[in-house]
């Protein structure tokens, strides 16, 4: 985990697959005024486990034991995308502590949805591990240029922006092979809960790519609906990892969000 800055408190929590890495445009910033957390959840990043097993109260717990050891007190909570949801989760548990939420692309606002091209992939490279033509272990040093595009045209809508660390994952898969099936437990175990957007009662603020192709941007229309004091800021030519793609805007919404909060 990294944990610098001083001031009010700021938790980041990445999304599925990533790290602490997909924050490194924000943190230096945001660490000038605040302390900022970020955290590789388990099976990611350099957090691992040594369950052969992976369900929500693992991940939960991992989080909340967490906050415990560190002495977070009155933070921000960040989420984006699977991280969205973890926040949702736990704001039951810290509702006292959490100052406010910050939503990115969040999953668990509404709908979910598998973009075709990733469908695609995900099923020739399944058929090529099922007639032994590649390693699974190896799958994304071997298909890396296949895997870029994929990625820069899911994930982003200016594909020249895509930052090598999104994509440089196989020196990772081949030293933790059990990632790539906790993933999809997660993704199936934890993707359809739908937390109680009414029971929120602190200032939410959420912030969508306009042009994301993993989460509709209407399931934040939605939530923001639903939530009883929240802000709503879709950002325009912009994919499902806006503090990448509009780094300098995002920090701004962010700042801003945070200094008059």
Request: glycine share 6%; charged share 25%; proline share 3%.
């Amino acid at each position: 985990y990294v944990d610098v800055g001083k001031g009010p408190s700021l938790l980041m929590i990445h999304g599925l697959g990533g790290r602490i890495e997909n924050w490194q445009y924000n943190i230096k910033l945001l660490s000038a005024k605040f302390r900022v957390v970020a955290i590789d959840l388990p099976f990611h990043g350099k957090t691992f486990s040594t369950t052969d097993s992976l369900d929500e109260a693992l991940i939960l717990s991992t989080v909340q034991h967490f906050i415990k050891a560190i002495k977070l007190i009155h933070f921000y909570l960040l989420g984006a995308s699977f991280g969205g949801l973890l926040s949702l989760l736990l704001y039951s548990s810290y509702k006292h502590l959490i100052r406010g939420l910050i939503l990115v692309c969040s999953v668990g606002l509404g709908e979910e949805y598998k973009p075709p091209l990733i469908s695609r992939l995900y099923n020739k490279i399944n058929s090529a591990i099922q007639k032994n033509k590649i390693d699974d272990n190896n799958i994304v040093g071997i298909n890396e240029k296949q895997l870029r595009i994929v990625l820069a045209e899911n994930l982003f809508y200016d594909r020249s922006l895509i930052p090598d660390f999104i994509v440089d994952n196989s020196e990772e898969n081949k030293s933790f092979p059990k990632r790539k099936e906790m993933h999809n437990n997660i993704r199936r175990i934890m993707f359809g809960l739908r937390p109680n957007l009414r029971n929120i009662k602190c200032k939410v603020l959420i912030i969508w790519g306009k042009n994301d192709k993993i989460m509709p941007y209407r399931n934040g229309i939605k939530a923001h609906a639903d939530l009883e004091n929240s802000s709503f800021i879709l950002l325009e030519k912009c994919g499902h990892l806006p503090f990448i793609e509009k780094t300098d805007l995002f920090n701004k919404l962010l700042l801003d969000y945070l200094l008059e909060n």
